[in-house]
């Protein structure tokens, strides 16, 4: 079992800055992918930048030049640092993770809990 813990969200003016953080816990598991996604109002979930354990990195077009995602390999780790934030960067941001369990070379997903990013004057 793994757990993902997320923190930074809050509430910051448009062109503000944030960073979001994901730890992953548990015992015998190697990360294969981290990332986050977000969910609007519409509520449909959207990937917003993801990096592989190759240290490859993703991006949603929209968040391309202000968003910038960075790994801790060895805390287990991913960090999403957002600037030039804009109001409809407001969203439920979620962390993913897919892991292989090393004594069963199994694949899972796991998703965080959540935290909210809210862009507002």
């Known amino acids: 079992q793994v757990q993902l813990v997320e923190s930074g969200g809050g509430l910051v003016q448009p062109g503000g800055s944030l960073t979001l953080s994901c730890a992953a816990s548990g015992s015998d598991f190697s990360i294969n992918l981290m990332g986050w996604y977000r969910q609007g109002p519409r509520l449909e979930r959207t990937m917003v930048a993801v990096?592989?354990?190759?240290?490859?990195?993703s991006y949603a077009d929209s968040v391309k030049g202000r968003f910038t995602i960075s790994r801790d390999n060895a805390k287990n780790t991913v960090y999403l640092q957002m600037n030039s934030l804009r109001p409809e960067d407001t969203a439920l941001y979620y962390c993913?993770?897919?892991?292989?369990?090393?004594?069963?070379?199994?694949?899972?997903?796991?998703w965080g809990q959540g935290t909210q990013v809210a862009v507002s004057s």
């Open positions: 990096t592989t354990s190759g240290g490859s990195a």
């Open positions: 993913k993770a897919i892991i292989t369990q090393k004594s069963s070379d199994r694949q899972y997903q796991y």
